[in-house]
């Protein structure tokens, strides 16, 4: 032994390990101490169609469309610009809608930005989806 080990030694033999019972666990007295109404049944899964439905609605749509348009927006990968996005989702939003709420729906690569950082301390990585579906 050296004298690290001893002294952690002493000390530990100096700490109260006494076997008195405290706390709710120890109360239990080796029972089950989870609460009664705990149930072994799987979890429910969230109503996904029902927020799916309401990212959908044609609002959201237009409100998520104004935006990209206010962040003056930049083209994927695809090469779709702003200006080009509104027609084409008014064309193909049926079909992107529907398969959005069946769970079918898989995005396309993104575009991958650096933009330098405001205080030009290095750069931020910044992803530009693309618009097609």
Not at 30 to 39: A, K, W
Not at 86 to 103: A, F
Request: net charge neutral; with cysteine.
């Amino acid at each position: 032994m050296n004298l690290e080990s001893d002294k952690r030694l002493n000390i530990q033999l100096r700490l109260d390990f006494s076997s008195a019972p405290t706390g709710e666990a120890r109360q239990a007295g080796g029972e089950d101490i989870e609460s009664l109404s705990v149930t072994n049944e799987p979890e429910r899964s969230a109503d996904t169609r029902r927020i799916m439905e309401e990212v959908c609605e044609r609002e959201n749509l237009k409100e998520a469309l104004r935006q990209v348009r206010s962040n003056k927006g930049s083209a994927g990968i695809d090469g779709m610009t702003v200006d080009k996005l509104g027609d084409y989702l008014n064309q193909h939003w049926p079909i992107i809608r529907e398969q959005l709420l069946n769970g079918i729906y898989e995005p396309k690569p993104v575009r991958r930005v650096e933009i330098p950082k405001p205080d030009g301390g290095g750069v931020r990585k910044l992803g530009i989806p693309t618009h097609r579906a």
